[in-house]
Structure formats: C-alpha cells, structure tokens
C-alpha cells in the first residue's frame, strides 16, 4: 500500500456458528472446484512440505490408533495371569506387560511428537501464505482501476485483507491436516476394529446413523433460530451503534424513549432466538451420548457373549471399547470440516476474483521525463466515459498557461470532479488528450505525473497520528522546522498553539479533536510543503465558520501564488479573480472567460451566479 498510516479496521465479531461450534453454511463459493483449484495453484510452491505434513500426520494417527490394540494384549496378559494364578497353574507375566506398556507408550509419545512436528509445519505454511495473500492485495490496491473503488465499499475489501484471508489461514493451519487424520482415523479404526470382531463392528456401525439422525433432526429444527439468532444480533448491534454515533441528535429530538423501545423490541427477538438455539444445541451432547451408550451395552453384551464362547479376549473386548469411543468424534470432524471447506472456498473465490481484477493500464516502457515543470497543462478534444456506453466529457477543450487560476464551474453532474480525476490519471481519456508541458500525460509514469500535483479537497483526508505528521505526509523528507514553516504559511499556527501538545498532538481515529476548519488549514499546509507546481483545490469552506473561512481563504490565495491552479467552484462569489473561468454542463464546456467577461455574455453563468446571489440575500 501507500506509504502512509492507514485506517484501523473495525474489530471483528465473531463468525456465526450454529449447532456444536459448526460454522453455518450461507457463504458457499459458487465455483467450489474451480476456487479450491486456484487455491492449490497458489500454494504451488509449498507442494513438497505440505505432503511431508500430511505423511507425518498419517504417522501420527496410525501410531495413535495402534495403541489400543496392543495395549489390549496387556489387558489380556494381566487377565489371563490372574485366572492361573487363582488356578495355581501360572504367574502373571509382569516382564511381557512391562514391554507391551513400553511399546505403547511409545508409540503415543511418537504419535504426539509427530503430531507437534505436523502442526509447527503447518502453522508455518499457512502464516507464510497469509502474509503473501495479505502482501498481494495490498499490492494489487493500488494497482487496480479506480472505478473499482466507486462500485465496492471499503468494508468490502477489508473483508477480503482480513476475514477472508484468515478463513484461509485457518483451513490450512487445521482443517486440512485434520481432515486427513480423521479420515485415517475413521478407517484405521474400522478397520481394527474389523479385525477383532465383525459382529460387535456391525452392532457398533449401526449406532452412527441413529447419532447422525439425531443430529439431523436438531440441526433441522435448531437452524431457525440460530439464523434468528444472528439476525438479531445485527439489529442490536447496529441500533447502538447508531444511537451511540447520533447520540447527541438523539437527545436534542427527545428519542430517548424510541431508541430505548426500538432496543428493547431487537433485545426481546434476540433474547427468543438465542435461548431455543441454544437449549435444542445443549441437546445434542446429551441425546448422542444416550445413542452411543446404547451401543456401548449392546457392544459390550455381544463382547461378554463372544469372551464365553472363547473366540475373543478381555484385551480386544477393552480395546474395542476403546475404538467404539473414538469412532464417532472424527466422523463429526469430518462433518465440520466439509462445511468449513465450504466457506474456505467461497473465501478464496473472493480473494482471487480480487486478484483477477483489472489493473490499471500498464505505464509507458520508454517514459517521457520532463526537465522542467512550469505548470502549462492543455486539454485537447477530451472525451470520457466510465462506461463506454456513457460519455459524460464530449468534447472538452482549454488551455492553461503557467500561473493561471483556473476555475471549474458547473451544476452537479456536470463533470467538474471528472476532470480532476481525468488531469491526475486517476482515469485515462477515451479520446483526445490532455498535455502537461506539452507531452501527453499518458508517456509520464504517473508517479513522475503525480509529483507535480497539489490537491487540497472539500473531504479532508487526516490519518492517525500527530498534526507535525499529518503535514509531513506532503514531502516526507521534510524537516520539522520546514513542517512548521508550511503550518505558519497555511495559519495552522493561529491555532495550534492553543491545542494540548501543540505540533505533537495525536488526531484521534474518527479525527474528532479537531474543528473542521481546522482540518482544512492542516491539508493546506500539506499542500504548501509539497510545493507543486500545479494545484487542484476543491472549495470547502461551506461548514466554517466566518473567520476560520478567511483564514482558508488567505491560506489558499498563498498557495495558488505563481501555481496553476484548478479550482472546483462552488459558490461563484469566491472565483471572480480566477483568470479563466470553464463553464460546464452535462459534460461539455458551455462558457468560458473571466468572471466579468461571463456575466456581460448573460448566459447559463450569469444564470447561476444570480441564483446563488438572490439566494444570500433571501
């Protein structure tokens, strides 16, 4: 990104989970295949150490569920031993449990060693391709086209830098290696547990459909009003937000008493759908763990029963046991990790169809570098549309001299702004051209375009920090007494002194603790410490006050001084030095001259001059 502080995003909420902690489906991709593809193309160069994970993650769990079935011939050496020595034909054979607990031991401190070794690797991975996701949107900010950013909000794409991206992050630290491992789980298991008793594996078997039934019907009837549930939590969520952002208009039109009624109406809807969502899910533990108990009776009854005949141990009746208890917990993994995949997939669909936007168009290979600026800029038979079905500029032509004052006047709609965009290459002209000394803007690079350029605009952009920095964001080479040199030119001194920390103070997040005007005299500074050689100013003295607006004034009348300047009118008294004022309307120059010129011409800028003029004196 730019090299500048950025805006702190909004702390994020929680993602919304439904029934046992499972992430609700509602966010699926619309391409699953295509987006997992794109993903495993990106993680391309991690291909050979994400399959040394999962080899090592399947070493682990073979390991782990080796472990009960020999640990059960322990059980049956300890239960053999004790009948023959109540029969006084044997001894307990304390030197063979010795080694099967060894055995056992130490393939459950192997399976943990190799599942730490699994997961440092993965937890590695993933940050590393987050950091890259993270890095290449960052990159690609300020390489898209900026129409982009008129269709897309802000929240939008931090979305995609933060939720999305660790979404993703998440999946690959986790879910992946987890999938594998409870799939090898649930057939290692199945299988072992085929090689003790194919009865007591059937009887086993039987009590997963009954527990997913269950589960079924609880995620059936709870969803509702886990849905309901969030749903509310917006509206609380929103309406305090709302209330504590217009708290003071709240006050002064009386709407205690309908806010409060409005939170208590979204309170009481919440409060339904949270308690029925959470009592149908605190019902499912429970009524799984009944079915599963069912089983285990009728696991251990059919064990008791083979044990009689002879044709199974104690040992593999414990070990079953054992098997029968972790069987289900990785089929309800696998479960949620289907879904999570889900909206892993639709999180990296909406990365890489951020990725896969159109960039701007690419910069001249041989650029023009211009030796000296003196601020002469033409605009040659321009015509722009954002879409090319709509032109809104058709045929716009001028001309401005070194030093000229330069004033962009017009209804709104008529094109003023899309100007500027079009002179700072924001946008690229559909046709004709617009020149700076004499060479076509587009065989510049835009940052050597852009160094040229001084923009003060009616929304003032402040970021986070103290006003010396806010300021040095002009030229940030710039030393603290040239700071204060650009302050004291702008007038920023007739009030900054009068602030707690003066040059060192902090401008808070929301840019609060300071006026308006104030803001506008600091961007003005900015502007003077930059030092271009043509300014693009847009009027934004409409919510001061009279002083703080001549203060702007005199602020700005320094800055213009031997500059070219474009300046986007608003109220027209304020223009009437300008040296040549363009008329526009519904995108073409209609007028064009000085105030005076103008006025004599009684035309559509005598129209609206005398609009605005007849308006004051109301």
């Known amino acids: 990104m730019s090299h500048g502080p950025s805006a702190t ?6 993602r919304p989970r439904g029934p046992m902690g499972m992430i609700d489906k509602g966010n699926k991709a619309k391409d699953f295949k295509g987006a997992m593809i794109k993903l495993i193309r990106y993680l391309g160069k991690y291909k050979t150490i994400i399959i040394v994970a999962i080899i090592i993650a399947i070493a682990s769990t073979t390991a782990s569920i080796l472990g009960p079935k020999i640990l059960g011939k322990a059980t049956t050496a300890l239960f ?7 029969r006084g034909t044997g001894e307990i054979d304390f030197a063979y449990i010795s080694k099967i607990l060894l055995i056992t031991l130490g393939l459950y401190v192997g399976s943990a060693v190799l599942a730490y070794i699994q997961g440092w690797i993965m937890a590695k991975v993933s940050a590393d391709i987050s950091y890259r996701l993270r890095r290449d949107i960052s990159q690609k900010i300020n390489k898209m086209e900026l129409k982009y950013y008129d269709t897309t909000t802000q929240g939008e794409i931090l979305s995609r830098l933060t939720n999305d991206v660790d979404a993703i992050n998440q999946t690959l630290s986790q879910s992946i290696t987890q999938m594998i491992t409870s799939v090898v789980t649930v057939i290692g298991i199945l299988v072992m547990m085929l090689t003790i008793s194919w009865l007591m594996t059937l009887i086993a078997l039987v009590v997963v459909p009954l527990s997913g039934l269950v589960i079924g019907f609880i995620i059936k009837k709870s969803q509702k009003h886990f849905a309901g549930q969030q749903k509310g939590l917006g509206l609380v969520n929103s309406h305090v937000e709302e209330m504590f952002g217009g708290h003071t208009e709240m006050r002064a039109f009386n709407g205690e008493k309908r806010s409060q009624e409005k939170f208590e109406k979204y309170n009481d809807g919440l ?3 949270a308690w029925k969502s959470q009592f149908l899910s605190g019902l499912m533990i429970p009524l799984t763990r009944f079915v599963g108990n069912v089983g285990y009776v009728g696991v251990t009854i059919a064990g008791g029963w083979l044990a009689s005949k002879g044709t199974i141990s104690v040992g593999d009746i414990q070990a079953f046991i054992q098997y029968v208890r972790s069987f289900t917990q990785p089929i309800s993994q696998i479960a949620n990790i289907t879904n999570v995949l889900q909206q892993t997939a639709a999180a990296a669909e909406r990365v890489f169809e951020f990725l896969g936007e159109a960039e ?5 290979p041989n650029p023009v570098k211009l030796e000296e600026v003196k601020g002469h800029v033409e605009f040659r038979n321009v015509k722009f ?3 090319p079905e709509k032109t809104i500029i058709r045929n716009f032509s001028a001309v401005a001299k070194p030093g000229m004052k330069i004033a962009i006047v017009g209804p709104t709609g008529a094109g003023k702004t899309t100007m500027v965009k079009l002179l700072m290459r924001f946008y690229d002209v559909n046709d004709g051209a617009i020149l700076l000394e004499r060479e076509d803007i587009r065989d510049l690079t835009r940052h050597d375009l852009r160094e040229n350029f001084g923009m003060v605009l009616q929304d003032t952009w402040l970021f986070s920090g103290t006003i010396l920095e806010n300021i040095r964001y002009g030229r940030l080479d710039a030393t603290d007494a040239e700071v204060v040199m650009a302050a004291e030119a702008a007038y920023v001194d007739h009030f900054v002194d009068t602030l707690p920390g003066s040059y060192n103070m902090e401008i808070n997040e929301e840019v609060t603790n300071i006026s308006e005007g104030q803001k506008q005299l600091i961007t003005i500074a900015r502007a003077i410490l930059k030092n271009p050689k043509i300014l693009i100013l847009d009027e934004a003295t409409s919510s001061v006050d009279t002083h703080t607006e001549l203060l702007i004034q005199k602020a700005m009348d320094k800055l213009m001084e031997n500059r070219t300047s474009f300046i986007i009118a608003h109220r027209l008294s304020t ?12 995108g073409d120059i209609v007028e064009q001259g000085t105030h005076k010129e103008l006025l004599e011409k009684n035309g559509f800028y005598a129209e609206i001059y005398n609009s605005q003029f007849e308006h004051l004196e109301e």
Do not use: K
């Open 9 to 14: 995003a909004r702390q994020r909420g929680p």
């Open 80 to 86: 053999e031993g004790l009948i023959n020595q109540i």
């Open 271 to 273: 409060y339904e759908s």
């Open 360 to 364: 701007e168009v690419a910069e001249n």
């Open 385 to 387: 549309g954002y879409h």
């Open 575 to 586: 223009i009437r030095n300008a040296d040549l004022i363009l008329v526009m309307r519904n």
